[in-house]
């Protein structure tokens, strides 16, 4: 397994560098693509990624657009596997070694955050994602997924680059449900970390409220009718 970090970023500049630090102390290799953050960042970003590579996207495409170019990048590096964390320091950076070791010992799958929260988690998030938890039961057939919106996972580059070359994936924060459904869909094992998830004071979100629930509205459509090919055999 020869495994890369790639952080999706958007003017996260003052929690990036903890990121950064909290990767390179595992010796991970990482790879930063700024999603069109614009001229303002670029000095800071070049400062703060001299241990990792910087790829600076033209425009700001969203978190799935960074990640698939992400992807791709390190699939061209000889990369196996990519493990995907976000720039704005919500995860809990102590359970990397977690997902690194469940890597190891499953190459093959998918190793997921199963995020746990706390009562600072805001309430129309833990709302949102029963939602979705509800569709991607009904998307499988199965419980499957834990959970389909948090975004510390470690892909295998293979399986999810196949998924790429041949099917539609949302660009933006659909992304994250959108391919894990697709890669449960192929038979990629689903392996579940439990990790803590903690919201700051102050914290930046780029979750636009009523474009971004659309999105996943459209998303779960999406996989929804998908799911109905599948069932009459018209569908891998």
């Known amino acids: 397994m020869k495994l890369v970090a790639l952080i999706p970023h958007y003017r996260h500049i003052a929690t990036l ?6 990767l390179r102390a595992h010796d991970l290799p990482i790879m930063v693509i700024d999603d069109g953050s614009g001229e303002t960042y670029q000095s800071d970003l070049k400062e703060i990624c001299c241990e990792a590579q910087l790829f600076r996207l033209p425009e700001n495409g969203g978190k799935g657009h960074a990640m698939k170019y992400g992807f791709r990048q390190a699939a061209a590096q000889g990369y196996t596997h990519a493990l995907q964390i ?15 070791a469940a890597a190891q010992a ?6 997921c955050g199963r995020p746990i929260y706390g009562d600072d988690a805001p309430k129309a998030r833990l709302y949102g ?6 569709w991607n039961i009904i998307h499988t057939h199965s419980c ?5 919106m948090c975004g510390f996972r470690i892909y295998p ?6 998924i790429l070359d041949s099917e539609y994936i949302g660009e933006r924060m659909d992304f994250d449900n959108e391919i894990l459904v697709h890669l449960y869909w192929r038979g990629v094992p689903l392996v579940w970390v439990d990790t803590p998830v903690r919201y700051q004071d102050g914290g930046i979100s780029h ?5 971004d629930n659309v999105l996943i509205s459209k998303m779960h459509s999406r996989l929804f009718f998908r799911m109905l090919r599948r069932c009459v055999g018209l569908g891998k």
């Open 144 to 148: 499957q997924i834990k959970d389909g």
């Open 106 to 111: 499953t190459p093959h799958a998918a190793i």
């Open 157 to 162: 580059l293979e399986n999810t680059l196949n």
């Open 129 to 134: 994602r029963k939602i979705t938890d509800f």
């Open 17 to 22: 560098p903890t990121v950064i630090a909290a």
């Open 86 to 100: 976000d720039a704005d320091a919500q995860h809990t950076l102590h359970d990397i070694p977690k997902l690194i």
């Open 207 to 211: 979750f636009r409220a009523w474009q």
